[in-house]
């Protein structure tokens, strides 16, 4: 077995020792054609791994995956996760209380949320695994919020779990030159995840209507175009195998101002803090009317907020 480049490949090395043992080990003499190897000699037979017939272990594994409930349809899953989102669609995001943890009141009811999640995350570990046999379908999580709502940690407490084989997160920031010269979903599309993976995107195509938006750096025709543009690509990835779920994690303009202070108090935070926050801050009550927008215009049934 070689290369492309002609080089040898990693198999050809490996029979190539088991070959050079037996050599060692058996009598000198005159090959014979058509004639078998002599045996492994007892000591390097020992020292192999005592494995499974392939074939048995492959066909229970595959019996194991088919024993599952078939893949469901990825419009019809994302509605079924909606969490009461036709009650809520189209409100103000004001309007909607950042400190409302519905039935988890106080200190009780934070430890009773902590103790089902410990039990959620052994179920979402066991069907990341499920996804990766199967293959049929890939999950984008889109999480997006203010400066400080709290994605990076829901990252690391909801999916910390995970094979991190299966998961794979990306960060959107300012678009770089090299973004900037492409059509805004181009830094997009090579990190929707492939089938059978996990892809978070930690901010995500949606930065590129919101900031821009607010900012006045598009006119009001494009962030027009660029809400259908992603209405258009989040049913074009649905259609083709990846189940899109949308968080946006709401926070209140006083809890914003003491996250943003803690990170200045710790030393060890530090480096999460950027100047820049400051300034977004100052235009909350643009972003808010921004975000009410943006979630009312891109809350469809294949791709729920």
């Known amino acids: ?163 991190p084989q299966g998961l794979q997160v990306r960060g959107y920031k300012k678009p770089t030159d090299e973004e900037a010269a492409h059509d805004f979903l181009w830094r997009i599309h090579p990190w929707v995840p492939k089938k059978g993976m996990i892809g978070v995107f930690n901010r995500s195509q949606y930065e590129d209507i919101l900031v821009p938006g607010v900012e006045k750096l598009i006119p009001e025709k494009a962030v027009e175009q660029r809400i259908d543009q992603v209405n258009s690509f989040e049913r074009f990835l649905v259609e083709n195998g990846v189940l899109v779920l949308k968080f946006f994690l709401n926070i209140s303009k006083g809890e914003q101002k003491e996250r943003l202070e803690a990170r200045l108090e710790d030393p060890a935070k530090h480096w999460k803090f950027d100047p820049n926050d400051l300034r977004v801050r100052a235009q909350w009550d643009q972003y808010q009317a921004m975000y009410r927008r943006v979630l009312k215009e891109t809350d469809t049934k294949r791709a729920p907020w």
Request: charged fraction near 25%; proline fraction near 8%.
């Open 1 to 163: 077995a070689f290369g492309y480049d002609g080089s040898p490949m990693q198999p050809a090395l490996l029979v190539l020792s088991l070959l050079a043992v037996q050599l060692s080990a058996a009598p000198r003499s005159r090959a014979v054609p058509g004639a078998k190897l002599p045996s492994l000699p007892s000591a390097t037979a020992a020292a192999l791994p005592n494995l499974p017939a392939p074939a048995a272990a492959l066909t229970a594994s595959f019996a194991a995956i088919k024993a599952g409930p078939p893949s469901p349809d990825l419009t019809k899953a994302a509605a079924a996760l909606r969490p009461a989102g036709t009650a809520v669609r189209g409100r103000r995001v004001s309007e909607q209380k950042a400190d409302d943890t519905g039935s988890y009141k106080g200190k009780a009811g934070k430890k009773r949320a902590l103790k089902e999640l410990e039990g959620e995350l052994d179920r979402i570990s066991e069907l990341q695994r499920r996804l990766a046999a199967e293959r049929k379908a890939g999950v984008l999580i889109v999480l997006q919020g203010m400066d400080g709502s709290g994605k990076d940690g829901t990252v690391r407490h909801v999916l910390g779990s995970v094979d």
